[in-house]
């Protein structure tokens, strides 16, 4: 099944589900980075929450989810919006130790000390950022305390990479998953917890039993209420939108003396996106028609 998410309400308790499928999407950026089993599950998991945090925003509207760590990992970085299109990159692709399961799992990785931050298009050229220090070095539960903390509100988050069996071999981020749930301002606190609760011990076992059988499967068999009413439902997909457009653009604002510089030391620029590892070059005949559009400009 196609990566999808599904957003619903339970109305008879005012809670906020949320949930994602993204195992098509996890594979994308492993290949596109080349990605180490650690760097490729914890960017499975990074771009799978922003995806949930994109699904909270107006689809005009982006996000961005950004990890910095004092272990080798040394940070990733997610872009999203309300429309299920995502795109990120560990800093260091190369990750591949880890911990044993439990509290110390993704230590190896992330370090000792680190900050999780969430930069939010408040729309109308506003945006609002927000960080909390890590503090359980697992995503899920440290985008808990940020909600805690920069919304106050109460949230839960699962996130699961599960392996799953591809004929001989066994795909590493076979299942990848997530889900969030809140109470909106009339919530059932009671029942949000109760839910959260369950939740943090059905979740795992739900994933294997039914992610691949899509998102709105998987939602059912984790929230089977009969007040659930679906809100949204729609695609998730890497998507960069880079460009050799873009990245002339972006020359044009070095200004006249810079580029000139670049034309009589280089004869070329050069790009790479860091999202999806697209490399540019831009002549130096491309160059001296950007310095003719400059002029135009300002004769």
Known sequence: MADELVSGLLKETDLR??????????????????????????????????????????????????????????????DGDGAGVVRGYAKNPLVSHVGAEGEYHWRPALGNKGFLSVLRDLGGGEQYRSAVELESFDLGRDLERYFAIS???????????????????????????????????QGDMEAFRTLGARLAQDFEPAVRAHASQGASALLK????????????????????????????????????????????????????????TMHYVITGEEIRGLLGEMEASTG
């Open 17 to 78: 589900v949320v949930l994602v499928t993204a195992s098509d999407l996890a594979r994308r950026a492993r290949e596109l980075h080349r990605s180490a089993s650690a760097s490729a599950s914890l960017m499975a998991q990074a771009l799978t929450a922003g995806a949930l945090l994109g699904s909270l925003q107006k689809n005009d509207s982006r996000i961005n989810l950004q990890v910095e760590c004092d272990g080798p990992l040394r940070g990733l970085f997610v």
């Open 221 to 276: 068999a984790l929230v089977a209420q009969p007040d659930l009413e679906v809100m949204s439902r729609y695609p998730v997909s890497f998507t960069c939108s880079c460009s050799k457009e873009r990245v002339k653009r972006a020359l044009m604002t070095l200004g006249r003396a810079e580029l000139e510089d670049i034309l009589a030391t280089d004869g070329k620029a050069e790009a790479d996106c860091h999202f999806c």
């Open 151 to 185: 919304d106050q509100l109460p949230t839960r988050v699962y996130l699961s990479v599960q392996p799953q069996s591809q004929g001989e071999q066994a795909e590493p981020l076979g299942l990848v998953a997530g889900m969030l749930l809140q109470p909106l301002p």
